[in-house]
T-cell receptor
């Protein structure tokens, strides 16, 4: 079955530690996206990538970093510079990176920083 | 800029109808609608494109006023399964910006 996998589902870290969230897709989609969701708020775009080895900042990129070394994979690192990292993180992909296409979402990772 | 959704919350009895609105200050290439259950991934409902094309589920209907930069999602004869938070996403050429959501609760 094609889809997007995110692991782990729940993640706990101590303050000051970097943590990397995994996102893998086997849909052969060109574009991948990371969103952050806080209670009562919408999905805010962190980073996105239209093609391997290229990515752009979204609206709230500060304190985050990404890489896109393979088409299938778009890991997100939450660094210690992110002031309030506790949130629900969603990864998504899109066939051609155009907003004319549906976005496919992974199941999400809930990150809690203690 | 984040699109504005209204209302923020809706409470319905099964069988009742609802309309959720989404407006943007920017010109739109497309409007997407998604529904999210608590703690789960958003699920695709519909895309509306400039020029009038629509892609989505048969039981969901929506409108897109390009001139007014607005879209409305119409939920008719609501079912318990319609409960969740509805998000619109307004499309530029290469990314979506999502609204803050409309929480819909359907009771028996």
């Amino acid at each position: 079955d094609g889809g997007i996998t995110q692991s782990p589902k729940y993640l706990f870290r101590k303050e000051g530690q970097n943590v990397t969230l995994s996102c893998e897709q086997n849909l052969n989609h060109d574009a991948m996206y990371w969103y952050r969701q806080d209670p009562g708020q919408g999905l805010r775009l962190i980073y996105y990538s239209q093609i391997v080895n290229d990515f752009q900042k979204g609206d709230i990129a500060e304190g985050y970093s990404v890489s896109r070394e393979k088409k299938e994979s778009f890991p997100l690192t939450v660094t210690s510079a992110q002031k309030n990292p506790t949130a629900f993180y969603l990864c998504a992909s899109n066939p051609a990176g155009s907003s004319y296409n549906e976005q496919f979402f992974g199941p999400g990772t809930r990150l809690t920083v203690l | 800029q984040q699109p504005v959704q209204s209302p923020q919350a809706v409470i319905l009895r099964e069988g009742e109808d609802a309309v959720i609105n989404c407006s943007s200050s920017k010109a739109l290439y497309s409007v997407h609608w998604y529904r999210q259950k608590h703690g789960e991934a958003p699920v695709f409902l519909m895309i509306l494109l400039k020029g009038g094309e629509q892609k989505g589920h048969d039981k969901i209907s929506a409108s897109f006023n390009e001139k007014k930069q607005q879209s409305s999602l119409y939920l008719t004869a609501s079912q318990l399964s319609y409960s969740g938070t509805y998000f619109c996403g307004t499309g530029g050429p290469d990314k979506l910006i999502f609204g803050t959501g409309t929480r819909l609760q359907v009771f028996p």
